[in-house]
Structure formats: structure tokens, C-alpha cells
């Protein structure tokens, strides 16, 4: 869903910066190898700021392994990716995790992982290994950037909310719509392809002229869009937001619903699943990881039914095993894209930064 990222109540209210998550309260200590050589017992984990986990899932991965799991938040999806691509061979930490289809050729083409072919992923949907040959990063979770739309403002306006990328462009919803920066947030980026695999890579730009001038709002990440500009979100109603759309995620309602006192029988806000553009994030083990075991560990974890069920109320994204139920509030209120757009990952590759650039001269100027 990244949280990038990502994406979520929980994750934006999580504190920024180093956060230490073990099966007890502070770091462990180092142990001795049966080599004789101290054996690292924590084990880092770079991502973005959205990355969330249950304790006593984390316990249980100590209790398995022996390693304590150190999170290192490092800002949005893109910024996370940038600050490792500086720091490459004398990484941060042991596995990154957080980099999603939008920005995968980005990483690889850097070289910022060790090959490793995680446990249990013969578990994992074939359709989002999209490094299955050599195995650089291993696929966590998917997915869908779409807008959302507050309910009670149509309802109120008596206005049937946009359905599609097409409905966007319509005078009855001039002002209405907010998004991110396409060069600086993974959501924005998501929007943008989807509407590359909507138009084509000839009739985007059309289609964004269109938007522009239909009032589009722009601004640089996804906690301000959702949390301060959107108004049918729980900090857009305080910031008395005035921005009915929003590009956000197929699984934000069901965040709004658990997470409101008392909760609604019915989620404030909608999806227009006719906006979607399909994410895949991934995890993997950075070159130059001083603890290269424990994170060879981590990467198993991360595929393993106990973490991918722990997901989609942590993170409010989708597991990428095949047999990991969902909860009931999360399939009840969250949306189902049934035709997700995409775009070939070595399309993306191609394209991406000259689509950002024409983007940014298109839209912001």
C-alpha cells in the first residue's frame, strides 16, 4: 500500500526517526559466534516512515532468531530510496524495505541489494515477483493508489462522486481534487502511471492539462493531501480541509473506520475504483549490511503468514501470500479494484524520470 506509504493513520502518527522494536525493552547486546567473533544480535531495517508492526509480532521473530529488530524511518517512500542510493556499500542498515514497482529499476539499476531467495516464497503470487530470475528484492505487499472521495460532501452537494480517471476532468468536480508531487511522493507517482496506463504514454499529458485546469491542487506528500487538505479524513475535518477528492489508497476507509471513536457502522469516505493504479512493495537485503545473517532472517519473516496477516491493520496494505486471511473490517469497508491499471516495470524504467520532469513543467509551472 509503501509509505511511501505509505499511507496510514498509524504510520504518519508513528514517531519519525530510530525506533527500536524488541522482545524486550531496550537493544540487545552482542553474543559470542561459536567462531569466537561477536555475533550482531540486532538487526536493522531501513524504510519508509509508514513501516508499522505489531510488538508481539516482532517478539516472535526475536524469539525465533535471536535478533532484535531495529527500525530505521527515513521520510517518504522516494526519500528513503534517494538517502541509500547516496549512502550504497555503507548502507544504514541490513534490508530495506519500502521501495515499490514505481521505483524498483531505480534501486536495482544501482545495485543496492545482495541476491536472496527468501523462504516461503514459493508461497508468494507469482504475478508481483518481478525480480524472480535473480532474486535482488523480495515482493512484501501490495496495493491500489486511487482517489478517495468524502462521502457526505456529495451526499450534501447531491453530486455523484467521480468514478474514473475521465470523471476527474468533468467541471462538476472544478477545485475539488488534491494529489501529491509526483517527484517527490510514491502515491503521486502511483496517480501519475495510472494514468499512463490509462491514456497511453502519448495522451497523458492531454489528460493532465485537463486536470490542471480543472483546478487540481498539488502538494508534496501524502500525509498533507490526506491528513490536512482532504476533508473527509479525521484531520481534514479539524484542518476544516476543504478538498472533497483525494489521491490516497483503496484500503484508506477501513483506517478511517477503525480508528474513529466510536466507530461508524459505515466508512466516511469512498473509492473511485476506477482511478486505481496497482503497488507492489518490496524488501531487500543491502549490499554492505553489517548483518547480513539477520537480515537474510528478516527477509524470511517478512513473507512468513504471521507477518503478512500482522499487515493490512498495521500498514493497510494487502499480504502477497497466498494463504493470509484478511480481517473482516478491513475486507467490509476497504475497496477491490478489479482493473487496477499498470505499466511494465521496464517501461517504467525507461520513462520515469523524463515522465516526472514533463510532469513537473506540465503542472506545477
Not at 514497482?101 to 508468494?124: C, H, I, W
Not at 524470511?300 to 491493520?313: I, N, R, T, Y
Not at 524520470?353 to 510532469?359: H, I, K, P, R
Request: aromatic fraction near 8%.
Amino acid at each position: 500500500m509503501s509509505t511511501t506509504k505509505k499511507i496510514t493513520v498509524t504510520a504518519l502518527a508513528a514517531a519519525l526517526g530510530v525506533t527500536t522494536l524488541a522482545a524486550c525493552g531496550g537493544e540487545a547486546k552482542d553474543s559470542s559466534a561459536s567462531d569466537g567473533r561477536s555475533k550482531p544480535k540486532t538487526v536493522t531495517l531501513v524504510s519508509h516512515d509508514s513501516f508499522v508492526a505489531s510488538a508481539s509480532v516482532l517478539k516472535e521473530f526475536t524469539k525465533e532468531t535471536g535478533y532484535t529488530v531495529k527500525v530505521l524511518k527515513s521520510g517518504d517512500a522516494g526519500a528513503a530510496l534517494n538517502r541509500e542510493i547516496l549512502t550504497k556499500g555503507s548502507p544504514q542498515g541490513d534490508v530495506f524495505f519500502g521501495v515499490d514497482n514505481t521505483l524498483l529499476s531505480r534501486a536495482l539499476d544501482n545495485g543496492l541489494f545482495t541476491p536472496y531467495e527468501a523462504k516461503g516464497l514459493s508461497q508468494v503470487n507469482d504475478e508481483v515477483q518481478l525480480d524472480q530470475d535473480k532474486h535482488r528484492v523480495t515482493p512484501v505487499d501490495t496495493g491500489d493508489i486511487c482517489v478517495n472521495y468524502d462521502k457526505k460532501y456529495f451526499a450534501d452537494k447531491k453530486l455523484a462522486p467521480p468514478q474514473s480517471f475521465d470523471d476527474l476532468a468533468k467541471p462538476a468536480y472544478k477545485n475539488l481534487l488534491v494529489t501529491e508531487n509526483v517527484a517527490t511522493s510514491s502515491p503521486g507517482l502511483g496517480f501519475l502511471l495510472g494514468s499512463v496506463g490509462k491514456y497511453g504514454e502519448d495522451g497523458w499529458q492531454d489528460y493532465w492539462k485537463k486536470l490542471k485546469e480543472n483546478g487540481v491542487k498539488v502538494v508534496d506528500g501524502w500525509e498533507q493531501a490526506y491528513n490536512e487538505e482532504f476533508s473527509g479524513s479525521a484531520g481534514g475535518k479539524k484542518a476544516k480541509a476543504d478538498r472533497p477528492l483525494v489521491v490516497s489508497y483503496a484500503s484508506s476507509p477501513p483506517a478511517e473506520v477503525l480508528f474513529s471513536k466510536p466507530q461508524p457502522t459505515e466508512a466516511p469516505t469512498g473509492v473511485a475504483t476506477g482511478t486505481c493504479f496497482r503497488q507492489t512493495e518490496f524488501a531487500g537485503l543491502l549490499k554492505g549490511a553489517k548483518n547480513e545473517a539477520g537480515g537474510k532472517a528478516l527477509l524470511d519473516f517478512l513473507v512468513s503468514k504471521k507477518f503478512q496477516e500482522d499487515m493490512p491493520l498495521n500498514m493497510f496494505v494487502n499480504p502477497v501470500i497466498k494463504d493470509a486471511k484478511l480481517p473482516e473490517v478491513f475486507t467490509k469497508f476497504g475497496a477491490v479494484a478489479v482493473k487496477p491499471q499498470t505499466v511494465a516495470p521496464d517501461t517504467i524504467a525507461k520513462n520515469r524520470e523524463q515522465w516526472v520532469q514533463s510532469w513537473s513543467s506540465l503542472v506545477l509551472k
